[in-house]
């Protein structure tokens, strides 16, 4: 978070709040600010080599440490899962199959859910991915802007981090994107280690430096 220093330094001090509807006064005292990705690191309790790399709603970033202490500047591209779902919004095959305009909170809520497999009329297992509570499956599209998401913005990032495996680094995938459904099985089939927690991984690894 380093480079975020100077912003999060500002919210330092004492702030009026509401919460819960009861006006509160809080104060914020900052005692450390951590590398990006580190807090994720003490999380797994990973040690040696290794690249952590975060894909988030807004961007992808990219984080080496060698027994825990960062190695070089954090790779930050601009560019995260809120790309995908915009696409999966955006696509027409989508807006024909619900006959309305796609809502980005139900798809996001939808492959939050995740896939599920059923058997088709000819007793065919398909992958289904239902669009909100509906009996709808748009797998197809997503597969689709999936394979884009990959092709025109992932594809650099995953060939970087496969360059630091070569060179021995252990390869850990968090944030909200390391759950896509098809990308997170893609990224392990590399032997890149993802986290049964990637969303929470730095907030977890954040309580426990700080506790």
Known sequence: MKRHEPIIRKNEG????????????????????????????KSQKLDGAV???????????????????????????DFGAEYLIERISCNSD???LIKQA???????RSIEVGL????????EKVPFLAYGESALNFYNVYDFELKDFINCRLREVIKQLESYQLGGDKILIIGGGSKLPLLSAALK???????????????TGLISEVA
């Open 14 to 41: 004492t702030h009026r709040v509401e919460l819960a509807g009861v006006p509160c006064i809080v104060n914020v005292a900052i005692r450390a600010i951590l590398p990006e990705g580190f807090a994720a690191l």
């Open 51 to 77: 690249t952590i790399c975060d894909i988030g709603g807004g961007n992808t970033s990219i984080s080496r440490f060698f027994n825990s202490e960062p190695v070089g500047e954090v790779v930050v591209r």
């Open 94 to 96: 989508l807006k024909a």
């Open 102 to 108: 796609p809502s980005k909170d139900v798809i996001n």
């Open 116 to 123: 599920k497999i059923k058997k088709s009329e000819t007793g």
């Open 189 to 203: 089939k590399k032997g890149f280690l993802i986290s049964d927690n990637g969303a929470f991984d730095n907030l």
